[in-house]
């Protein structure tokens, strides 16, 4: 699906790795990135922010939509963090570029709202680290899951090596350890 096999970090020094930036930051010279903003910020999204999420999505440099999601413990409202979801589903749709999705205690939503706009680009959720159950019913309705330092390795066994993917996020570990220790626990 990328041409890199770390999907998602936020440590702009990385290489072989989507870079997550935020609509008002900049890209950097030759790197891949994904761009969106994250639920935790959508307390304050303005008419600037989504003008900068828009012109940036467009970007061959951005290879994804996200992080994005929902996240019940943090953030505006689960009404405001759905619509500011929303916009995302349709930028990845438009662009035809994969959205990386942060949920947390929201699962629910999220499998409704996959349900509900049908979309045909991938859906991953990253940093997954719940449990089989939970991951065989995301496997189900069509998502992809990216593992990263702390992952369930029942659940790393279950998921399709088609549907897996690896990440370093905020880790200071590099992806080849992250990808030896999900790899060895299959
Ligand atoms: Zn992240």
Redesign the pocket.
């Known amino acids: 699906m990328f041409p890199c096999r770390d999907i998602?970090?936020?440590d702009k020094s990385r290489t072989d790795a989507i870079i997550?930036i935020y609509p008002h930051e900049s890209l950097i010279v030759g790197a891949y990135h994904s761009v969106g903003i994250?639920p935790w910020h959508t307390t304050d999204v303005n008419i600037s922010t989504i003008e900068q999420l828009n012109t940036l999505a467009a970007h061959p440099q951005v290879i994804a939509i996200g992080?994005t999601g929902i996240d019940t413990l943090k953030g505006a409202t689960i009404d405001k963090q759905i619509e500011v979801f929303c916009h995302h589903v349709a930028l990845s749709e438009q662009h035809q570029k994969p959205l990386i999705i942060?949920c947390v205690k929201a699962f629910n939503e999220i499998i409704a709202l996959k349900k509900q706009l049908y979309p045909t680009m991938p859906w991953i959720i990253?940093?997954f680290r719940g449990k089989p159950q939970l991951a065989s019913q995301l496997i189900n309705q069509g998502f992809y899951i990216s593992l990263g330092e702390h992952f369930n390795p029942q659940s790393a066994t279950i998921i399709p090596t088609n549907r897996l993917l690896f990440?370093t996020?905020?880790s200071t570990l590099d992806i080849d350890t992250i990808i030896e220790r999900i790899k060895s626990s299959l």
């Open positions: 998602h970090t936020h997550n994250h992080e942060h990253h940093g990440e996020d905020e």
